[in-house]
């Protein structure tokens, strides 16, 4: 997809209708007009990037710091939220619709119809853990 074909490119430049909750040089946030629960924010940063790892660490410090700023300002408002969910989907595997980076901001309560569906009673041995601890933190010391 080129920016040109980018919904949410084109919704940062002003070529669509957007419901704005925040925006400044960097970062765009509004309401998505799919949403798991009202209040349901998106966190953009205005510059097209398809996956976390094109993004540059400031851009994501800020969008991060937007973020945390929303989370406060929808459990301020006359949301109904008893807790937030913060969901950013990176690749296809990982459900990314919309291949511009974004962060789902999710007003949470109980009874809700959002769920997230896993074995949570999967308990790998330590062994294995330890293994790939090892082997994240061995690619990480080589960024």
Known sequence: MSMDDCIFCGLAAGAYPVSTVY???VVLAFMDISPVNPGHTLVIPK???TYM???DEETGMHLFKITMRLQEAIRKSEVRCEGINLFLTDGEAAF???FHLHMHVFPRF?????????DWEVRPPREELDRIAASIREAY???
């Open 23 to 25: 925006e400044d040089h």
């Open 96 to 98: 990314q619709e919309v």
């Open 47 to 49: 510059k097209h990037f």
């Open 110 to 118: 109980k009874g809700d119809p959002f769920k997230i569906d896993a």
């Open 53 to 55: 790892t094109d993004m």
């Open 141 to 143: 010391t080589s960024l």
